[in-house]
T-cell receptor, first 116, second 113 residues
Framework: DTGVSQDPRHKITKRGQNVTFRCDPISEHNRLYWYRQTLGQGPEFLTYFQNEAQLEKSRLLSDRFSAERPKGSFSTLEIQRTEQGDSAMYLC??????????????FGPGTRLTVL | KQEVTQIPAALSVPEGENLVLNCSFTDSAIYNLQWFRQDPGKGLTSLLLIQSSQREQTSGRLNASLDKSSGRSTLYIAASQPGDSATYLCAAGGHTGGFKTIFGAGTRLFVKA
């Protein structure tokens, strides 16, 4: 296993279009996270999954955003009716949570979204 | 609400210098504190993870400490090299208010040859 992968790496779209990103976590990891990062800032939490269950969503995640992890493996993040303010790097991370131990998060390379 | 602050925002040092990066957090009810490195336009690389029950972790030239009572963590880099130039981010994994991880804005480090 080579780590967390994300696809596509770059996406340019026009305002109003829908986009979907994919994240493949490290195979044995049960937790998957989505973050958004803008220039000069740290990543901002969007949502996370424990296996296939979406357990928490940030208030940043408007109704135009939806995330799924249907079989507890890969995850998709969809943005509908994109706006210029959605331009950012979208990062995915995964980790293994076992009992009361929260292990380190491993990040993918990110998907850079540009909305024209 | 957890808030994470990193000081300084940017740092430029000559090669070979030892340096300390600071991270402070407002809510001490965390389950871990993680340090990352990020190169421009890239994802994050995990450097060190300190569980809430631990005081420090070491990896090579890096040493991270955690003081939950004072809400502080430090990342010590020994004998800095130009290849250490990157943005260093700390992230607090929370208990209260959910299990979201909150990041600081990072410290941009430049090591001059």
């Amino acid at each position: 296993d080579t780590g967390v992968s994300q696809d596509p790496r770059h996406k340019i779209t026009k305002r109003g279009q829908n986009v979907t990103f994919r994240c493949d976590p490290i195979s044995e990891h049960n937790r998957l996270y989505w973050y958004r990062q803008t220039l000069g800032q740290g990543p901002e939490f969007l949502t996370y999954f424990q296996n296939e269950a979406q357990l928490e969503k940030s208030r940043l995640l408007s109704d135009r955003f939806s995330a799924e992890r249907p079989k507890g493996s890969f995850s998709t993040l969809e943005i509908q009716r994109t706006e210029q303010g959605d331009s950012a790097m979208y990062l995915c991370a995964s980790s293994l949570v076992s009992g009361a131990t929260y292990n380190e998060q491993f990040f993918g390379p990110g998907t850079r979204l540009t909305v024209l | 609400k957890q808030e994470v602050t990193q000081i300084p925002a940017a740092l430029s040092v000559p090669e070979g210098e030892n340096l300390v990066l600071n991270c402070s957090f407002t809510d001490s009810a965390i389950y871990n504190l993680q340090w990352f490195r990020q190169d421009p336009g890239k994802g994050l690389t995990s450097l060190l993870l300190i569980q809430s029950s631990q005081r420090e972790q070491t990896s090579g030239r890096l040493n991270a400490s955690l003081d939950k009572s004072s809400g502080r963590s430090t990342l010590y880099i020994a004998a800095s090299q130009p290849g250490d130039s990157a943005t260093y981010l700390c992230a607090a994994g929370g208990h209260t208010g959910g299990f979201k991880t909150i990041f600081g804005a990072g410290t941009r480090l430049f090591v001059k040859a």
